[in-house]
C-alpha cells in the first residue's frame, strides 16, 4: 500500500523531503549569521543573513530538485539553473517582504518569522519549478 501511495504520488513526496532538507540549509545558514557575524536587529544585517541563507539553500534545492524530484535529464545545465535561480528571486522577494513587515515593521521575532515564511516560499517554488523550470515537453 505505502508503495502504492509513493508511486503515486514520488514526485510531491520526493519534493517535501527536499523541501525540508532545503529548509535546514536555509535556517541553518541564516542562523548561523544571526548568532555568529550579523545582528538582526539592523534591517540592513537582517536582509544580508536572509540572502545569504537564500543563496545556500537555492544552490542545494537545484541540485537536489534537479535530481531527486523531477529527474531532469536537460542536457543544457547552465540554462536549466539560471531558469531555477530566477524563479527563486520572486520568492526571495517575497521573503524579504515578509520578514521586513513581520521582524522590522511590526517586531515579531526574527527566527519564528523566518519559519513561517519558509512554509509560505515551499509551495510557491514548488508551483514554479513546475510550471516554469523542469516542465515537461509534451510529446
Known amino acids: 500500500m505505502l508503495n502504492k501511495l509513493y508511486d503515486q504520488y514520488h514526485e510531491i513526496i520526493n ?3 527536499v523541501g525540508v532538507l532545503t529548509t535546514v540549509v536555509s535556517l541553518g545558514t541564516y542562523y548561523l549569521c544571526v548568532f555568529t557575524f550579523l545582528d ?3 534591517a540592513l ?3 544580508l ?3 545569504i541563507s537564500w543563496v545556500a539553500a537555492v544552490t542545494f534545492a537545484y541540485f537536489t530538485n534537479r535530481k531527486f524530484v523531477f529527474n531532469s535529464t536537460n542536457k543544457n545545465v547552465l540554462e536549466e539553473a539560471s531558469k531555477f535561480f ?3 528571486v520572486s520568492t ?5 517582504v515578509i520578514m521586513f513587515v513581520g521582524c522590522t515593521l511590526l517586531g515579531f521575532n526574527d527566527k519564528i518569522v523566518k519559519l513561517v515564511v519558509q512554509v509560505i ?3 510557491a517554488n514548488y508551483v514554479l519549478s513546475k ?7 509534451k510529446k
Do not use: E
Open 15 to 17: 519534493y517535501l523531503i
Open 49 to 51: 543573513a536572509n540572502i
Open 92 to 96: 526571495l522577494v517575497m521573503d524579504m
Open 121 to 123: 516560499v515551499t509551495v
Open 45 to 47: 544585517q537582517l536582509q
Open 131 to 137: 510550471l516554469l523550470v523542469f516542465k515537461k515537453d
Open 86 to 88: 530566477m524563479s527563486r
Open 40 to 42: 538582526p536587529n539592523s
